[in-house]
């Protein structure tokens, strides 16, 4: 079955949810993308993920919000989780002061699997339970300070932050992007080739233009598989079907940027 392919956009970035279990990685994304909260959310099992669309200095981005189950037993996917992505939000629990103490091996994880350029934040949730804090917003102040992160504290319950929090991921990523094109840009001019010349870039580094982040047309669209997740993650028992299609998401991540149709992979050149 073919899926229409949205136009409707200037930049995807895929932007990944980190964390301990039950820090609240899936009500943020909720409450991102649809501006809901679960007060029943169960652990995610495997991989999900929500878009949103919005506008970030004149340029229409779709931000691809990306979750995954914090437990052990799925770091196998890890690789492939974090392949293309150009921005994190780390999350943990104020309340729980393992999860914070957490934080630094969620940041080797993401700095030993990401690109080196990603855009990562750190986010406090829950701070609607503040009177059962365990973990001080100076302890987190100092932490992301010495990690050379930003940092915010967040609530899904009360929408506290969580707009903020990845409109900042996101303006950040496109700065970015917007410095290196520019770069490029005055280098190509500077060499004063003709319009038309062909350059052989075979050698050439390409680093921070992961297939995540570069045009409409150069992507991998799964959308449609975000429902078989959501069948896992409450309860309901898969059938082979949706397991075949949940290996084949996986085998996806590993590969080069091509369009998902159906069940047929079409090479879309950048612009």
């Known amino acids: 079955m073919a899926y229409k392919v949205d136009h409707e956009y200037d930049y995807l970035f895929k932007v990944v949810l980190i964390g301990d279990s039950g820090v609240g990685k899936s009500n943020i994304l909720s409450r991102f993308t649809r501006n809901e909260f679960c007060l029943e959310s169960k652990s995610t099992i495997g991989v999900e993920f929500a878009t949103r669309t919005l506008q970030v200095e004149g340029k229409t981005v779709k ?107 996101l303006f950040d990523i496109y700065h970015i992007i917007s410095k290196k094109a520019l770069a490029a840009q005055e280098a190509t001019s500077s060499t004063g080739l003709p319009q038309g010349t062909t350059i052989n870039v075979s050698n050439m580094s390409v680093s921070f233009f992961p297939p995540y982040m570069v045009s409409k047309d150069s992507y991998f669209d799964c959308s449609h598989m975000s429902s078989y997740m959501m069948q896992a993650k409450h309860g309901r028992r898969m059938r082979k079907t949706p397991r075949v299609i949940g290996i084949g998401i996986i085998i996806s991540l590993l590969l080069p940027p091509y369009r998902y149709r159906g069940f047929q992979f079409h090479s879309s050149p950048l612009n």
């Open 63 to 169: 931000a691809q919000i990306w979750d995954t189950a914090g437990q052990e037993r799925y770091r196998a996917i890890t690789s492939a989780y974090y392949r293309g992505a150009v921005g994190a939000l780390l999350v943990y629990d104020i309340t729980k002061r393992q999860t914070f103490d957490n934080v630094q091996r969620w940041l080797r994880e993401l700095r030993d699997h990401a690109d080196s350029n990603i855009v990562i934040m750190m986010a406090g949730n829950k701070s609607d339970l503040n009177h059962l804090r365990a973990v001080s917003t100076e302890d987190a102040q100092n932490l992301a300070e010495k990690e050379s992160l930003s940092f915010l504290e967040t609530s899904a319950l009360e929408a506290y932050n969580v707009e903020k929090a990845f409109q900042t991921i």
